[in-house]
Nanobody, 120 residues
Framework: QVQLVESGGGMVQAGGSLRLSCAASGNIFSINAMGWYRQAPGKQRELVAGIISGGSTNYADAVKGRFTISRDSAKSPVYLQMNSLKPEDTAGYYC??????????????WGQGTQVTVSS
């Protein structure tokens, strides 16, 4: 079992910055990958950025060059630095962890979400 707690959301003007953090607790050494997803009203949840245990990262095209995901170690929070924010970045942001199961496969864990609102 893994618990995820997000913080850092808020309201900002277009062009501004925010940093989200997600602290994991519980069986953190079984976490294979972490990521940030977002969901705007009426839209499906989408991957924003991900990072695997080896440090490789991937980003949605819409945020490349503006957002950076980072995590220093298995004991560290995962961060999402968001720069040059746009109104279309407005959404609920959710932390996700893929946790290795005994044997094969992973289980998905989610945080409670944090709201990011970007005004024009």
């Amino acid at each position: 079992q893994v618990q995820l707690v997000e913080s850092g959301g808020g309201m900002v003007q277009a062009g501004g910055s925010l940093r989200l953090s997600c602290a994991a607790s519980g069986n953190i050494f079984s976490i294979n990958a972490m990521g940030w997803y977002r969901q705007a009203p009426g839209k499906q949840r989408e991957l924003v950025a991900g990072i695997i245990s080896g440090g490789s990262t991937n980003y949605a095209d819409a945020v490349k060059g503006r957002f950076t995901i980072s995590r220093d170690s298995a004991k560290s929070p995962v961060y999402l630095q968001m720069n040059s924010l746009k109104p279309e970045d407005t959404a609920g942001y959710y932390c996700h962890a893929a946790v290795l199961k005994t044997g094969w496969g992973t289980d998905d864990y989610w945080g409670q979400g944090t709201q990011v609102t970007v005004s024009s």
